[in-house]
């Protein structure tokens, strides 16, 4: 069983996060709860959690400060940030804290699960590495090849010597000065079906064989499984169609014969073999971003580099057009498109990488959000299905703003038409335990502690869904009640009355009156 912490400065959001976690029946419990940041790190140290969720506004510090502090002492606890708003600011100094998701008040049951369960897969990687992955790596491979490239991956030996060692067991030539990039498969979700010890260590090594041998079909490669759902693979003298046709190649494969998701992250290239350590690390960072972009993604560095490092401000027009995204408001979309690609068309190409790049991530992020496919299957090219890599083989200005424009204008139409679709299941709860309850003394603050949602946002959003604002709709659907129980003629009024929220009988027919045109018991004559 893990441990969690919730940190909110609000009582009534982490009773409700309390109740979110146990509907989502995953093996966690909570283990504290904390209203400011002294208490959240003061709890952090004692009760020693393995997972976190901090709110970014607290009364005393930021959770993001929070979280600098717990990953300054070397934790790598997995942390979940809560906000009432979205932020790019926070979003980028949350990747930097290496969070695994960023999630926006309130909260849904769907939205926590998904959040919490990549939490959990974080815990059992990280166990499984203080375990001691190399030990499960020399027991699994007899392969030198595989050896020898980790040797150099992770620095166990001197270049010269693994160099010399895979010269001995790989197909092509291994040249100083050759080009390289390094790809990190992620293995997503390993199936539940699939049980812990030998079972689960079988299906890893089907994984990276397969893996590896789908990428040898496109090019010239060598790899190594590094944990039983990961696999590296170095990729010589390779440009930009043959890393999207390799990931391509492994996934396609991987999702054909063992119908499975598979997240690649991609390395800069690295101008030698000394360098490749480096890549290494690069691949990996960008594969563990898949938290933010979603799952089955192929991620290059360079993109999560970009929106760690760079300080750019983004425009207010930036930010109304991702906010009308989210609305899915694409005629708008279109509109501030066209004058924003206009003012892009002027920066030089590098900037405009990097104000796009910053833009599709949050984006995807939108996307991720709501579960959303952007295109029909018979519409779709490879760049459509990797977005962050089409973009970064691009270095024409005009070509990455017809892409993002593009791609941008298709997710909002996405988003539109789903939500125009589905009515919010939270509100129908709402309706529901409303008519459960007209015997109570029902109020807009009993309903707001039932959802675990703020009054102030319960009555702006309950008119936006349901057409009506509470008080007229709690009005009407007493008097609906009371005038099916008032053809019940073995009812007495008064009995109708308390069973719709009225403690005084002549209230209620005076009541009934104004809002009907009859009293009670001309209702019943009327109708009987």
Not at 88 to 104: K, W
Not at 313 to 325: C, G, M, Q, T, V
Not at 329 to 334: I, T
Request: hydrophobic share 45%; proline share 4%; net charge negative.
């Amino acid at each position: 069983m893990l441990r969690l912490l919730i940190v909110d400065d609000e009582f009534h959001i982490r009773e409700g996060l309390k109740h979110l976690v146990a509907q989502t029946g995953l093996p966690i419990e909570i283990a504290a709860f904390a209203e400011d940041g002294e208490t959240a790190l003061r709890l952090f140290g004692e009760e020693r959690p393995d997972i976190a969720i901090l709110d970014i506004n607290l009364p005393d510090m930021s959770g993001l400060e929070v979280a600098r502090q717990i990953r300054e002492r070397g934790e790598d606890t997995p942390l979940l940030f809560l906000t009432g708003y979205e932020s790019l600011t926070y979003i980028r100094e949350a990747i930097g804290l290496q969070a695994v998701d960023y999630l926006l008040k309130p909260v849904a049951n769907d939205e926590l699960a998904i959040g919490l369960k990549r939490a959990q897969e974080s815990v059992e990687k990280n166990r499984k590495a203080v375990a001691g992955w190399e030990h499960w790596n020399g027991k699994q491979r007899s392969n030198a090849q595989e050896y020898a490239l980790l040797d150099l991956l992770l620095q166990r030996r001197s270049v010269e010597d693994t160099i010399g060692d895979l010269h001995d067991w790989i197909r092509f030539p291994l040249e100083p000065g050759t080009p390289y990039v390094v790809m990190c498969c992620d293995l997503d979700v390993i199936p539940s079906r699939v049980s812990a010890g030998d079972e689960r260590q079988l299906y890893g090594y089907a994984f990276s064989k397969l893996a590896m041998e789908a990428a040898s079909m496109v090019a010239g490669t060598v790899g190594a499984a590094i944990a039983p759902d990961r696999v590296i693979i170095v990729l010589p003298n390779v440009d930009g169609r043959t890393i999207a046709a390799v990931s391509q190649q492994v996934r396609s494969v991987l999702q054909d014969y063992m119908d499975i998701s598979v997240t690649v992250g991609i390395s800069a290239v690295a101008p030698n073999l000394n360098r490749l350590p480096e890549a290494y690390r690069e691949a990996l960072r960008a594969a563990e971003h898949k938290g933010w972009v979603g799952n089955g993604q192929v991620i290059p560095y360079e993109s999560v580099r970009i929106v760690e490092t760079t300080q750019h401000a983004l425009l207010d027009k930036e930010l109304i057009l991702i906010s009308e995204i989210r609305a899915g408001n694409d005629g708008a979309v279109v509109a501030i498109l066209q004058e924003w690609s206009a003012q892009l068309a002027e920066l030089p190409s590098r900037q405009v990488k990097i104000m796009a790049t910053q833009l599709v991530l949050f984006v995807m992020r939108v996307v991720q959000s709501q579960s959303l496919m952007l295109l029909p299957e018979d519409n779709r090219d490879e760049s459509w299905h990797d977005p962050l890599l089409a973009l970064n083989q691009m270095h024409n200005a005009n070509d990455m703003i017809r892409f993002v424009t593009n791609y941008f204008i298709q997710v909002g139409r996405c988003i539109r038409d789903s939500r125009e679709a589905v009515v919010p299941r939270m509100f129908e709860q709402a309706k529901t335990w409303i008519r459960e309850h007209l015997h109570e003394d029902v109020s807009l603050i009993g309903l707001s502690r039932h959802l675990h949602l703020s009054p102030k946002y319960l009555s702006s959003r309950f008119k936006q869904v349901t057409g009506e604002c509470f008080a007229d709709f709690l009005t009407r659907v007493r008097f609906e009640r009371a005038r099916e129980l008032l053809l019940d003629s073995e009812r007495k009024v008064g009995e109708v009355a308390e069973a719709v929220g009225f403690g005084d009988t002549n209230y209620f027919s005076i009541a009934f009156k104004k809002n009907t045109g009859f009293t009670p018991t001309e209702f019943r004559k009327r109708y009987l």
